[in-house]
């Protein structure tokens, strides 16, 4: 009896350790859903589905080599407005008969002169100068649709390389559905025993090749997308998206070399740019001849004596073209 007392007393406590927990309470039992909370699996970001018009849309937004482009136009833009300007006259005064020994009246009568004078310029060389700058703003306009030209042929170029290389990919993922299923049906008639292993074996072999085009087009395609979302800049990136659209298959176009070069002279940027440089190139060079001839400055005055009356004058300066003839600017625009 008492040792069946002693094992009754000994049981008890080893039972009550076994016994579940109770549930944590308040801030304990946050703590403990802490861990759960942190290995629940964030959920991804949805793919952004682009076409060509928003890819050409958000390019021309966000490039900064067209933004730079615009800002070559504002600049030639305003040096037409400096091109219009004439050179500004200029006044003169001027005191004589100033008394240097203060210990003497100062306030004697003295002379006074005022005069004003004008700069002529003589070539032509405001309308050359008009001329060379609306030049230079027409070569600025060409050269930036040349540039819009360039960069979006690129995109649309890198955005249809996405689809053909996804294109691909899908096409190696078919090829290979296709030839594991060839090689289960396969395997089914190698097990009736029409078939002997070594057929069965040269199929599994032949199904690495279709393995590694898969894998090699799942590069090509990631490539293809990361070049994409560079040339998108901004925050896409780094912006998982996807392109939607379809390669179109174009007809054959019969054309003769005159229409060719016709379409080509009317729709290509760089064609028209390379015209406007040009003429850009001879209004520059009609300019700095015309800059060689020197100006002319005419100016008329009056000197002002209070006792003994006034006086005018009239005068006319030409600079002397000994030296300076504007050759280093010529050479330059001749270049």
Known sequence: MASLLLLTLTTHPILAQEKSPEPLKGINADIAAMPRAQQQTPVPPAKRSITISDAVSIFLQQNLQLVAARYDIDTVDAEKLTARLRPNPAVSVGFADIPLDFSRNFVKPQTFS??????????????????????????????????????????????????????????????????????????????????????????????????????????????????LRVTLGGDYQAMDIEVAGTIEYYQPYQFSLAELRDKALAARPDLKAAQLSERAADASIRLQDAQRIPDVTVGAGIDQVPLGGSSYNVGVGIPLPVSNRNQGERAKALI
């Open 114 to 227: 005022y005069g004003i004078s004008q700069t002529l310029e003589l070539g032509g060389k405001r309308r050359k100068r008009i001329d060379a700058a609306n030049a230079d703003s027409e070569l600025a306009r060409a050269e930036f649709q040349m540039v819009l030209w360039q960069l979006t042929n690129d995109l649309k170029k890198k955005f249809y390389a996405v689809l053909l290389a996804e294109s691909l990919l899908n096409l190696a993922e078919e090829n290979q559905k296709t030839f594991a299923e060839t090689i289960m049906h396969t395997t089914e008639v190698f097990q009736l025993g029409e078939i002997s292993g070594l057929d069965l074996q040269r199929l599994e072999i032949e199904k690495f090749k279709f393995d590694t085009d898969v894998a090699n087009s799942e590069k090509d395609y990631e490539l293809a997308l990361r070049d």
